[in-house]
């Protein structure tokens, strides 16, 4: 019988914005301990918030009778990560209040709300076999929902900003940058430009297809096509857990990965699924530490987090450079059919001219296949981007004005 641990402490300064100002401040210190008991295949599991003690020990032992199968605990391995800085919560507040006040004197017309919030992660991970992972993420993050005064709209707009240090301090330029070019509206140019979007655009609908489990049961888009290259050559897909990704480097059955990245999709043939540790026993391939779960569930592919990003092709200015290009700042709505075929209103976007946002577009669609987007339509995927973000994807599709 093996005994491990799984915890997450989280410590949480939440300032609350209502009507442009700081209406509140909110607190938050929280630990949640997972005990998993492993014997002979089996998993029991028992959850408790703080620090667990006999009890909760003697719980997951019971739990065994419920037949969970499970693979054995992994052994030994010591390594921990620090990365970030949560800042003080007098920093925090002052510097936002003082985003506050430029924004409202220099952008007059708009409401903003919703929060800023800085944190401080600690996950660990430690078993009888001597494995002891120690993962500590801070930070902050800006996320300012926005609504233009004389707009019928709920909401118009976002300011979206993370930071290792303070959010309120590095995000005010990409926010002064949004804003005013929301306020010149220009009309959709005639000639094709190439598509900005925040983040590993389609990443998040490509996840659940590249679960092994669907691969080899043939329920996936991508299914027999193991070795194939069906992307542009300049993608590269991967389950990434360097400190970039705001995610522990380990997952949450405590596997971890050489140089923190491994690709499901290299240089666009698909060379392997994302797996958990019981599916790779099953299908025969390699665990791929994309496994998740609650603190107090079996760790599980099913539940991940969300771990896969497109690997960078290009710096920022490399990418963009003074060319002219459609930035996506709102995109709600956007669904993938079982073919591959990709579509999404876009409520805002801005033309970008010399890498900066000039004017607010007319409202659009944009469609294409996943094919094509990610193949002939992939540009690449840069470090940053106009308006912040830890990084941004440029692709060609079809617009429907």
Request: hydrophobic letters at 40%; charged letters at 25%; one cysteine or more.
């Amino acid at each position: 019988m093996q005994k491990e641990l799984y915890q997450i402490e989280r410590s949480e300064v939440s300032l609350n914005i209502s009507e442009g100002a700081v209406t509140e401040v909110r607190r938050k210190h929280i630990v949640r301990s997972g005990c998993r008991v492993y014997d002979g295949g089996k998993l029991g599991i028992s959850g408790v918030f703080g620090e667990p003690d006999e009890a909760t020990w003697q719980a997951a032992q019971r739990a065994l009778t419920a037949g969970l199968s499970h693979p054995e605990p992994l052994g030994a391995l010591v390594r921990s990560r620090e990365t970030g800085v949560m800042p003080e919560e007098r920093e925090l507040l002052e510097q936002s209040e003082a985003l506050l006040a430029h924004l409202r004197e220099e952008c007059p017309g708009f409401v903003f709300s919703n929060k800023i919030v800085a944190l401080s992660e600690r996950v660990r991970l430690e078993n009888d076999l001597g494995r002891r992972l120690d993962d500590r993420q801070s930070g902050s993050f800006l996320n300012l929902v926005v609504k233009d005064e004389a707009s019928p709209n709920v909401f118009d707009t976002g300011i979206g900003w993370t930071s290792r240090g303070n959010a309120a301090v590095d995000g005010l330029e990409a926010a002064r940058r949004s804003l005013r070019a929301y306020r010149n509206e220009v009309p959709m140019p005639k000639e094709k430009l190439p598509v900005l979007f925040a983040g590993s655009f389609l990443s998040g609908k490509l996840e659940g297809l590249l679960d092994v489990q669907k691969l080899e049961s043939g329920a996936s888009l991508f299914s027999g096509k193991m070795g194939e290259k069906l992307f542009s050559g300049a993608l590269t897909l991967q389950v990434d857990r360097r400190p970039e990704s705001w995610l522990p480097f380990f997952d949450a059955e405590g596997s971890v990965l050489e140089g923190d990245t491994l690709p499901l999709i290299e240089n666009g043939v698909l060379v392997r699924g994302a797996a958990d540790r019981a599916q790779a026993a099953r299908y025969g391939c390699m665990a791929t530490a994309a496994a998740g779960g609650a603190y107090d569930a079996a760790p599980c592919r099913s539940a991940s987090e969300g771990c896969l990003r497109i690997a960078q092709t290009h710096s920022y200015a490399e990418l963009l450079g003074d060319r002219s290009f459609i930035l996506i700042d709102v995109a709600s709505g956007g669904d993938m059919t079982p073919a591959g075929d990709f579509a999404t209103p876009v409520q805002t976007a801005y033309l970008c001219r010399d890498g900066l946002p000039v004017g607010r577009l007319p409202e659009f669609s944009f469609r294409g296949s996943v094919f094509d987007l990610l193949g002939g339509g992939f540009l690449g995927r840069t470090d940053g981007g106009p308006l912040g973000g830890d990084g941004w994807t440029l692709l060609e599709g079809t617009i429907d004005a």
